[in-house]
């Protein structure tokens, strides 16, 4: 072969093209009310803008911008086009005018052309090359194009076309077009000589027209739909590789030109960045996004190599990916990247970080040539590997053999689609007169790609050969459900303890089946079942697409926005955190599903549970906290428990499919338990908190309570009982005459309290396993450490009785605010056989000359300062707490003023000369109700018992308003947690013990006040009494 001694000509270096394009809003981000980021105001230009600081603005300049955002409609075919002459609006016509065009362009004149999509997950990348529906993407216009292109071509000239499919998982490679089960461990990539990275064995078909592409392209679909069965994001995580081969012959000059056309949908770009950066204990795994990983780690170092950076190795032969890519990046290639992004601020970082991608890979330079040869035979008649029809019985072409081989195996390859075309002819009848299951699948394009059908009489499904309706999947059983179709009924009965939702809700009883219900088998295959055609309406099922599904399942288990607390914000628009965590809820929930079916097939013993961290917990001020979903991971022999961010679950749940997959395909699992992603070793976990409000100690007065320890979900862990207790510097406690009625008094002077946790009583925690421990741990103002006490173990009651001293030298008003406002936290966290003992350094922490560790040792924002508040919304009923708050503020003023009388009372009564006596400080200290002025904080002496006390009547009353008002509280806290139920036979019941709660709530204040204001005005009459005495 004198392959290119005729005419490869290089080409000047080829810079990669890039191009960007921003989707519209998806439905979920359209109800959660989500903003665009993204503008472009020039066909090259696209700028992203940070939604938490609207003067971040980021520009960058591609070879073509998209705007697929907004101002577009649906023509009568379905087509969505610009709305209107004015509108910016592309669509798949503009994309490929522009994209697709070129590639065409240059793979006529014999140069190969690739075109990669990244993006993340739901960016728009298999919309943009594969399309949907009626809107075509790129592989298919293209292919399209280049028939049609055939059609109307030179006379003497040949050309031959051949196509191949692959899909890259967990780097296996998956033959899409090869017939029958894949081989174990899939195809392997080789490197020769002459042909650089290629794939043995690989399918490749020979077509004559478009009509047999696109048929092939489906195959390929199917068989793509048919993997992911088993893990529903699998077409997300996988990479599609379709390549078509154009060689044109001169039959002039026997002049063969020959071009690969690569077409790539990447799997989802945020893979790239590894989860074991959200602080797991894993790394990736060997495989996982590997692919994805080595293509960055590639693209960077020929884009440093463009900048003149020395560059000793790009790491084309880590992946399976850069091994097929390689002539693509840097090579024998013209290369286009179509970077797709989302507008919403959600996906802010990710966005920002898929520009930043293709901003690097603009700079790749490839060296493209013209690959044109003068066949001194043909390759076939020299023994050349052929392409192959079918089957996977051949190497791929180097280059495509002779006319006369050719003709032969395009006629194979036209049978084998004639009778295709006779199977689907008649699934197509069989979709027209027969009920049957649609798959719905979370990748809109493997969407009603399977059908079951339900024939007359009763059939089975499941995993087993033998099932009528055979079915794939994780927790679908041998024998899982059967079906009937009887008198113009469909039923479906789940078999022993197999799972089988209906519209959101598992059933246990034969049920029948509406046209249109949802049915989802096992742990997550979802399926619409289309009825008899005489039920079928004018409704498609086009909106029964996968997140219906999981909302719908979500639904009826009772987990929405309002079950987090979503509530309306001011404009009617629910707060986006709580929509977020309860979109992350939803979404989870079947891959919750899916790592249990795993846990289970694998016998690791696992149970993994959706929670929302913080559902029914505050802060330190009673503001709501904001919502996380978090996975709790139980063993259940050994009752080991693990919580798990989602960043950690997504990324464990990615390593243990790895494995699974592994052990799918025979291979050995983990040897080191190091390694499985089932297990970690344990860790203290947190249980609960309890709020202990600390009002009292900013008028120097003591508390003791018993305070319930409230888990995330507002359910009662333990009872704590604790105890704070002002005190000298020395420690002796403070009595109620050391009592400060306005906490001003205290402002500039010296403030020592204790804080003792006495015990906790019926810890849950300790109920549930029996060789746990408990460790009680709390940080209070501006300490920089949480203090921790020592660990109780395999106790129900166990008595911690430990206390701290600690000293404000000089109070500051913030540190004031802060009592008044704030509750001190204190964390239940609990302990598991051999995990470690939580603690802090004391030596950290600043401590008096009495070794009493020191707070308000630095100013702190205002407790105003909105930045620490979570939840911005108040509700009715904390607000009304804050006015009573205000109305007892209001009783200290009078309380104030009436001291100020007193002052001017004892002025007018020197002047008169009366009872000199009477006004001196020492006296009138230790008379009760005394009228005498309090010394200010300044002229206080730090000796206990020797400061000037406030009265004790009003620091008694006092006392005893924030104990009720404590209680108040937490009927508060426990009221805001409080869910409507689900069932609406007992919204009355529930709508009763509400208005109960609200009506204690409202009493326990009202007399608490009432006690108050009591209280006040018999001191202030007492006060008025003496001082009329005094003056007679
Ligand atoms: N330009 C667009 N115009 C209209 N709809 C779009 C556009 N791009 C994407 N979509 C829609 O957004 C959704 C997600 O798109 P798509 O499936 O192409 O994402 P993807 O990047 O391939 O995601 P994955 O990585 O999970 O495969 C689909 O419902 C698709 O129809
Ligand atoms: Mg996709």
């Known amino acids: 072969m004198e392959r290119a001694a005729a005419g490869r000509r290089p080409a000047p270096s080829d810079r990669v093209r890039v191009a960007v394009r921003v989707r519209p809003f998806s439905q979920r981000e359209k109800n959660s009310g989500s903003k665009c980021v993204i503008s472009m105001h020039s066909r090259t230009t696209t700028i992203i803008q940070d939604p938490k600081n609207a003067a971040r603005v980021n520009t960058f300049t591609f070879d073509l911008a998209y705007w697929s955002h907004s101002g577009f409609q649906k023509d009568e075919e379905d087509v969505l086009v610009p709305a209107g002459p004015t509108s910016q609006f592309a669509g798949q ?150 390549t078509v081969q154009l060689k044109q012959v001169s039959l ?47 693209i960077s170092a020929l884009a440093d190599a463009a900048l003149g950076k020395k560059v000793w190795h790009i790491p084309y032969r880590a992946s399976v990916l850069t091994k097929l890519l390689r002539s693509a990046l840097g090579g024998n290639s013209r290369t286009t990247l179509i970077a797709t992004i989302s507008p919403a601020d959600v996906c802010y970082a990710e966005t920002l970080s898929t520009l930043r ?27 050349e590997p052929l392409p192959c029809a079918c089957g996977h019985a051949a190497d791929p072409p180097a280059w495509l053999p002779g006319p006369r081989a050719w003709a032969a195996l395009l006629e194979q390859a ?25 798959n719905v699948n979370e990748d809109p394009q493997l969407t009603g790609v399977l059908k079951h059908f339900i024939r007359e009489g009763s059939c089975d499904a499941g995993q087993a050969a033998g099932n009528a309706i055979l079915l794939q999947g994780l927790g679908i059983s041998d024998k899982h459900a059967s079906f009937t179709n009887l008198d113009g009924k469909v039923t479906v009965a789940p078999h022993r303890k197999s799972k089988v939702v209906v519209n959101g809700v598992p059933i246990t009883t034969r049920t029948q089946l509406q046209h249109l219900d949802r049915v989802i088998l096992g742990s997550n295959s979802t399926y619409l079942y289309v009825g008899f055609p005489s039920e079928r309406g004018r409704e498609d099922g086009l909106r029964f697409d996968y997140d219906f599904f999981q909302l719908e399942r979500a639904a009826a288990e009772g987990v929405s926005a309002d079950w987090l607390g979503a509530g309306s914000g001011g404009a009617g628009r629910a707060d986006p955190s709580v929509l977020a965590a309860a979109q992350d809820y939803v979404k989870l929930t079947p891959l919750v599903a899916e790592a249990n079916q795993m846990s289970q097939d694998l016998e690791k013993g696992l149970h993994l549970e959706l929670k929302v961290k913080n559902l029914a917990s505050s802060d330190s001020r009673g503001f709501q906290l904001q919502k996380e979903v978090m996975v709790k991971v139980t063993h259940q022999r050994t009752r080991e428990v693990w919580i798990w961010s989602k960043a950690k679950f997504v990324h464990r749940k990615f390593l243990m499919e790895e494995l699974y997959q592994r052990l799918l395909d025979g291979e050995a699992g983990p040897e080191a338990r190091e390694d499985d992603p089932f297990w ?66 205290l402002l500039g002077g010296r403030m020592d309290f204790q804080v003792h946790l006495v015990r906790c009583l019926g810890v849950r925690w300790m109920k549930e396993g029996a060789k746990r421990g408990i460790q009680l741990g709390y940080r209070i103002y501006d300490l920089p450490n949480t203090l921790y006490t020592k660990p109780a173990w395999e106790n129900v009651n166990p008595q911690i009785e430990e206390t701290v001293q600690f000293a404000a030298l000089h109070v500051s008003q913030e540190f004031l605010n802060y009592l008044q406002t704030n509750a001190l936290i204190v964390d239940l966290w609990g302990l598991q056989e051999g995990c470690a003992e939580l603690g802090c350094s004391q030596l950290d922490l600043p401590v008096t000359a009495e070794g009493h560790i020191m707070v308000d040792t630095k100013k702190l924002p205002s407790v105003k300062d909105s930045s620490q508040n979570t939840s911005s919304q108040t509700s009715e009923l904390y607000q009304k707490l804050f006015k009573l708050e205000r109305e007892a503020e209001l009783l200290r003023n009078i309380n104030r003023a009436l001291r100020e009388e007193n002052v001017i009372l004892k002025e007018s009564l020197e002047k008169t000369g009366l009872h000199p006596q009477a006004l001196e400080p020492s006296r009138a200290q230790k008379m009760p109700g005394s009228t005498t002025r309090l010394p200010s904080a300044s002229e206080r002496s730090p000796q206990c018992g020797q400061e000037a006390p406030c009265a004790p009547e009003l620091a008694r009353a ?42 204690d709530f409202g009493d326990l204040f009202e007399s608490s006040l009432w006690k108050l204001k009591n209280d006040v005005a018999l001191i202030v009459k007492k006060k008025r009494e003496h001082s009329l005495h005094v003056t007679q």
């Not at 590639?103 to 739901?122: C, H, K, P, R, V």
């Not at 089960?181 to 080789?190: D, T």
Request: proline share 4%; aromatic share 6%; with cysteine.
């Open 414 to 438: 036209r049978r084998e689609w004639e009778q295709q075309g006779a199977a689907e002819a008649q699934e197509r009848q069989l979709v027209e007169t027969l009920p049957h299951l649609l």
């Open 680 to 745: 970690d070793p344990v860790e203290a976990v947190h249980v609960g908190a309890a709020h202990v409000w600390l009002q009292a100690l900013a008028h120097r007065l003591g508390l003791e309570e018993q305070v319930e320890l409230l888990g995330c979900e507002g359910l009662e862990e333990a009872v704590l009982h604790v105890r704070v207790t002002p005190c000298c510097p020395a420690g002796r406690a403070r009595g109620e005459e050391d009592a400060a009625a306005d906490p001003g008094d």
């Open 252 to 298: 002039r000059t026997a002049l063969t030109t020959q071009a690969a056309i690569n077409l790539v949908d990447l799997a989802g770009s945020e893979r790239q960045r590894g989860a074991g950066s959200a602080g797991d204990r894993l790394r990736e795994g060997a495989r996982v996004n590997l692919s994805l990983a080595s293509l960055g780690a590639v």
């Open 958 to 999: 006092l006392k005893a308003f924030y104990r009720s008002a404590s209680a108040a509280r937490a009927q508060w806290l426990r009221l805001r947690q409080q869910k409507p139920p689900e069932d609406d036979q007992m919204l009355r019941p529930f709508l009763h013990l509400q208005s109960q709660m609200l009506k």
């Open 357 to 383: 991608y293709a901003e690097r890979a603009k700079r790749v330079r490839n060296s493209a040539v013209v690959n044109t040869w003068t066949p001194a035979r043909e390759p076939g008649a020299r023994g």
């Open 93 to 242: 016509a503009k994309v490929f005018h522009d994209i697709g065009r070129g590639i065409l362009d240059n793979a006529w004149q014999g140069y190969n052309a690739t075109l990669l999509a990244y993006g993340q997950t739901g960016s728009g990348k298999s919309y943009s090359m594969m399309g949907l529906g009626a809107n075509k993407g790129l592989i298919p216009r293209v292919c399209q194009e280049l028939f049609r292109a055939m059609e109307n071509g030179e006379e003497h000239r040949e050309y031959q076309v051949a196509v191949s499919m692959l899909e890259i998982y967990n780097e296996q490679i998956r033959d899409l077009l090869a017939g029958g089960a894949p081989p174990g461990g899939g195809l392997r990539v080789r490197e020769a000589p002459e042909r650089g990275f290629h794939v043995e064995g690989l399918t490749w078909v020979p077509c004559g027209s478009y009509e047999h592409l696109a048929r092939l392209l489906a195959r390929g679909t199917r068989a793509r739909t048919t993997a992911s069965t088993r893990m529903n994001a699998h077409s997300s995580r996988s990479h599609l590789l379709v």
